[in-house]
């Protein structure tokens, strides 16, 4: 089962002032916050443990929409795809998870 979260970073983050003047990026890092706050609200039982891949395929821009999809992956953990109002891809990559490689789940 799938999961899909929709949002924004405002223009006025505190990040954007210097990521990049008179250009501004939202920094990936933001992006995965944004990412784990989604992964909460779909499974508040579990844990994230790592990010151990991301791949950030495109820019996202102050106020620009986005879209969060998970899906559980083969392993017990999940996979993420980040996606820009048109469609396009933004950053992709998986959730390692307590319990994923011997770590004890969360209680």
């Given at each position: 089962m799938g999961f899909e979260w929709r949002g924004a970073i405002a223009a006025d983050?505190?990040?954007l002032a210097g990521h990049f003047p008179g250009n501004p990026i939202?920094?990936?890092?933001?992006l995965l916050d944004e990412l784990l706050r989604a992964f909460a609200v779909?499974?508040?039982?579990d844990r994230?443990?790592?990010?151990?891949?991301?791949k950030f395929?495109?820019?996202?821009?102050?106020e620009q929409p986005f879209t969060i999809r998970f899906t559980e992956s083969g392993s017990g953990g999940a996979r993420f795809d980040c996606l820009g109002d048109d469609g396009r891809?933004?950053?992709r990559g998986s959730l390692m998870l307590a319990g994923d490689n011997g770590f004890p789940p969360a209680a």
């Amino acid at each position: 089962m799938g999961f899909e979260w929709r949002g924004a970073i405002a223009a006025d983050h505190p990040c954007l002032a210097g990521h990049f003047p008179g250009n501004p990026i939202v920094p990936g890092v933001v992006l995965l916050d944004e990412l784990l706050r989604a992964f909460a609200v779909w499974r508040p039982a579990d844990r994230p443990l790592g990010i151990p891949m991301a791949k950030f395929l495109a820019p996202l821009r102050p106020e620009q929409p986005f879209t969060i999809r998970f899906t559980e992956s083969g392993s017990g953990g999940a996979r993420f795809d980040c996606l820009g109002d048109d469609g396009r891809p933004l950053a992709r990559g998986s959730l390692m998870l307590a319990g994923d490689n011997g770590f004890p789940p969360a209680a």
